[in-house]
């Protein structure tokens, strides 16, 4: 099926993220609806999610320098509107969503899905109509919102990765993740539906009361408690914790291996807290025979398992705000000043 022209030449807005010099440098434009190339569809936008990498790129700060034109955004659901030609198994009307690696359909991670990566290699979601190859579509769940799938996109899939591929997560495992921003919180959410146990910190009680209400069975301060893993391992028994999602990086490292059961499972994909100056000290990796493991991302597969987990178990990923498009601005801002506790959502 080909319906490529009828939307064809059609103004819409974007956001594009200009020079690359921090939050300023995103800025609003007019652009028509381009042909469809074979093997991919035209979304029309109803959701996008924003993401801590958002920030990294604006900022020039996410490897090199991207095309001043690139549409930011690697998270978003939407509607087909549109086919090119040789698109099977995709009718006008669904509504989908995509990894923000649109080239990484199953399998084991390979650095080549670069090369196709929403946000960053290729125009993402921050607009109202997006280019998509077919072969990487998800089609929404019937009960579940845009904003839902949009929230549950690169976030969700990193931590499905460290608790499911990496973690082999069991009911009654402890999982260890860290603040409250939008990969942790849903690290909380997928370990909650599995049966596991979740440890939390946060710079703040009132987001803590928060991950309480969401299912975390101990909740420590890392401001008040600057020896938080000593907290985290008392509060297990003495025992440790079995996964950590280490959202923050060499900084939080030493502390979270020294929260670590025998043989726990550490996925480390954040480098929120710069480089400890003494560097970080590895000797309880080795006495606890922990396994160490670089994240980037997950596949198609994994988003769509994400997506039937929340949806069979009838659980919501916990969005904070949602912003209207033209207040796409703001939003960024309030995901800098680290106002949110999980996913920051822009919709209409
Ligand atoms: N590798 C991947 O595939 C992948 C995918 C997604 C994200 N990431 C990375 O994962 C990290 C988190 O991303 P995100 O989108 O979830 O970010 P986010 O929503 O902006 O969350 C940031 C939160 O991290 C917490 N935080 C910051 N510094 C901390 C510290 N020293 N100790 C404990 N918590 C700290 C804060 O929580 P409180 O306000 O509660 O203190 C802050 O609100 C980023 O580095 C991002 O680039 C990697």
């Known amino acids: 099926m080909n319906t490529n022209t009828s939307r064809q030449g059609q103004p819409f807005q974007a956001f594009e993220i200009g020079a690359q010099q921090g939050l300023d440098s995103l800025r609003q434009v007019t652009r028509d609806t381009p042909d469809i190339p074979p093997g991919e569809v035209l979304v029309r936008v109803r959701a996008a999610a924003l993401n801590h990498r958002d920030l990294s790129i604006l900022k020039g700060q996410y490897g090199a320098r991207k095309s001043e034109t690139r549409v930011p955004g690697g998270d978003g659901a939407g509607e087909v509107v549109a086919v090119g030609e040789g698109v099977d198994g995709v009718q006008l009307g669904d509504r989908v969503t995509a990894p923000h690696f649109v080239r990484w359909i199953d399998g084991e991670y390979d650095p080549a899905v670069f090369v196709a990566d929403l946000g960053?290699?290729?125009d993402g979601w921050l607009s109202e109509y997006i280019l998509l190859p077919a072969a990487a579509l998800v089609k929404l769940p019937d009960g579940m919102s845009d904003e839902?799938?949009?929230a549950l996109g690169a976030a969700g899939i990193t931590a499905w990765t460290v608790l499911q591929t990496l973690g082999q997560m069991k009911p009654g495992d402890w999982v260890l993740t860290l603040g409250t921003g939008g990969v942790s919180i849903l690290a909380?959410?997928?370990?909650?539906i599995a049966g596991a146990r979740v440890a939390i910190t946060s710079s703040s009680d009132d987001k803590l009361a928060i991950a309480r209400e969401l299912g975390a069975d101990i909740t420590v301060n890392y401001r008040k408690d600057?020896?938080?893993a000593t907290t985290v391992r008392a509060a297990t028994g003495g025992r440790g914790v079995d996964?950590?999602?280490e959202t923050v990086g060499l900084a939080t490292l030493e502390q979270s291996l020294s929260a670590c059961a025998p043989n726990a499972r550490v996925g480390l994909l954040g480098a929120l807290g710069g480089r400890p100056e003494d560097g970080v000290q590895l000797g309880n990796?080795?006495?606890g025979n922990v396994i160490l493991k670089g994240i980037t991302s997950g596949s198609r597969r994994m988003l769509e398992d994400l997506l039937t987990a929340f949806d069979t178990n009838g659980v919501?990923?916990?969005i904070d705000r949602v912003f209207p498009f033209a207040e796409t601005p703001a939003a960024l801002d309030y995901l800098a000043n680290a106002r949110h506790v999980g996913k920051i959502v822009i919709a209409g």
Do not use: G, H, N, T
């Open 120 to 122: 960053s290699s290729r």
């Open 148 to 150: 839902d799938a949009a």
């Open 188 to 192: 909380l959410q997928i370990a909650s």
């Open 226 to 228: 600057p020896e938080w």
């Open 243 to 245: 996964i950590v999602v």
């Open 285 to 287: 990796l080795i006495l």
């Open 316 to 318: 919501q990923p916990k």
